[in-house]
């Protein structure tokens, strides 16, 4: 048993760099930068920060009530609307922020409430959760509202050696619509796709490799064995001390 565990931590501690190297046929080049993928749409239950501004500071300050449009923020309620001071119901569900600003200058200038308005619109729970196979799984706050995987799973400890490089599962919900992706992290196409940024609530999952799951057994089947055999040279020691 002994001489199996030290086999398969052998063959861990042998595994060729073609499965644990990153970006392994990259060439020097120019990657685009995919602006479709920072700038997502919002969805429902999204927590948005709302400030309107003007040269009239007096003004503005009506569509600014409290504290509510800088730290609570506003949700993006079932509807798909957010609920403003001064406009009602806006839809929010769907749009990008370019869009939505857009939308709410129309509106103020269409109501004749304010003269050249500026509106700000930023994420207030913009997270990504990384699980399995890293060094610290959890979930990661994004104040900048920008973020690659590679960034994400450096923050999250980077992958141990047990994680599949070639298989790291995405897991995306837009408009109602949950949507897998595997991603082969050892390919440098990786760096030109769709998937280079992450967007907000997106969830990627690292799975473990067969080595992993192989010595996670014979430790199953290991350790109770030890503590047997251990009882059994106490209880042996015991009787012949007596």
């Given at each position: 048993m002994f001489i199996s565990l030290v086999c398969l931590l052998f063959c861990a501690?042998?595994?060729?760099?073609?499965?644990i190297a990153y970006f392994q046929n990259a060439?020097?080049?120019?990657?685009?930068?995919?602006?479709?993928?920072?700038?997502?749409p919002f969805q429902k239950n999204d927590?948005?920060?709302i400030l309107i501004s003007s040269a009239n500071a007096a003004a503005s300050a009506d569509f600014n009530k409290g504290d509510v449009a800088a730290n609570k923020g506003?949700?993006?309620?079932?509807?798909?609307?957010?609920?403003?001071p001064m406009l009602g119901d806006v839809k929010a569900a769907g749009l990008t922020k370019k869009q939505l600003k857009d939308n709410i200058t129309s509106m103020i200038l269409q109501k004749k409430l304010l003269v050249d308005p500026l509106v700000e619109i930023r994420y207030l729970n913009f997270e990504i959760t990384v699980l399995g196979e890293v060094g610290r799984p959890g979930v990661i706050n994004v104040?900048?509202?920008q973020?690659?995987?590679?960034k994400a799973l450096s923050i999250a400890g980077d992958l141990t050696i047990y994680g599949r490089r070639?298989?790291?599962?995405?897991?995306?919900e837009e408009g109602g619509v949950r949507r897998t992706r595997h991603i082969d992290l050892t390919r440098s196409d990786f760096l030109n796709s769709d998937y280079y940024y992450l967007k907000p609530n997106d969830l990627v999952y690292v799975e473990p490799n067969r080595t992993k799951i192989a010595v996670s057994g014979r430790s199953q089947q290991t350790i109770p064995l030890?503590?047997?055999?251990?009882?059994?040279?106490?209880?042996?020691?015991?009787?012949?001390?007596?």
């Open positions: 501690s042998c595994t060729t760099t073609n499965k060439q020097d080049t120019a990657y685009k930068k995919t602006l479709t993928s920072i700038d997502a927590i948005l920060t506003y949700l993006i309620n079932n509807d798909g609307n957010v609920e403003l104040p900048s509202e973020i690659t995987l590679v070639e298989n790291v599962l995405l897991i995306r030890i503590f047997s055999s251990l009882t059994i040279l106490f209880f042996v020691f015991d009787k012949v001390i007596k």
